[in-house]
């Protein structure tokens, strides 16, 4: 028996869409996340509290779905790379942190940012572990916290970035570590 694709009830992914885009806007208003209520987030979407809890537990849970979607963005970007050369794949994460870079800010600058940083640690490693020589849980940890932190210091640095020089210098470090790098 095939099983059958239910589509999200429009009603549902109206209000999803309002309160998504009511979130957004409060941080592009340059609003930190730790100032945005849910009640500024439901008078934004013109909603109720109760409309609002019934699709998320709290605004962090919100903020988990936004962030899902940025990286199931960058995830798919990557996929179907070429896994013999990371240096593309390198340079695609550091054009996509600095375009998205005033929605991780928020993220980083959040006094909560720990299950966010934890969220992105463990995404960096499922998307990189594959393509690492050493196995070693110590050397993969301290790969994935380093890229991290890198990601971390292009989205909070403010001015421009030489992603050029990024590129290479990132690639100098990682490269004896990779399969089949060119």
């Known amino acids: 028996m095939e099983a059958v694709v239910k589509k999200p009830d429009r009603r549902i992914q109206k209000t999803k869409n309002a309160i998504q885009s009511s979130l957004k806007e409060l941080l592009l208003e340059n609003k930190n996340l730790d100032q945005i209520s849910v009640k500024m987030i439901c008078d934004r979407a013109n909603i109720g509290r109760k409309t609002f809890y019934s699709h998320y537990s709290d605004k962090f849970a919100l903020m988990d779905e936004f962030m899902d979607s940025y990286l199931n963005e960058l995830k798919l970007t990557c996929q179907n790379l070429n896994e013999e050369n990371f240096h593309n794949k390198i340079e695609i994460w550091i054009k996509f942190f600095i ?54 210091h292009i989205v909070l640095k403010d001015g421009s970035i030489n992603e050029e020089k990024l590129l290479k210098e990132i690639s100098q470090i990682l490269n004896p570590y990779f399969i089949n790098n060119k």
Do not use: M, P, W
């Open 99 to 152: 375009k998205n870079r005033d929605f991780f800010r928020k993220l980083f600058e959040s006094n909560d940012s720990y299950q966010f940083r934890e969220k992105f640690n463990h995404f960096t490693k499922e998307q990189l572990l594959f393509e690492l020589r050493d196995s070693n849980k110590l050397t993969v940890d301290f790969l994935c916290y380093g890229i991290d932190g890198i990601i971390e």
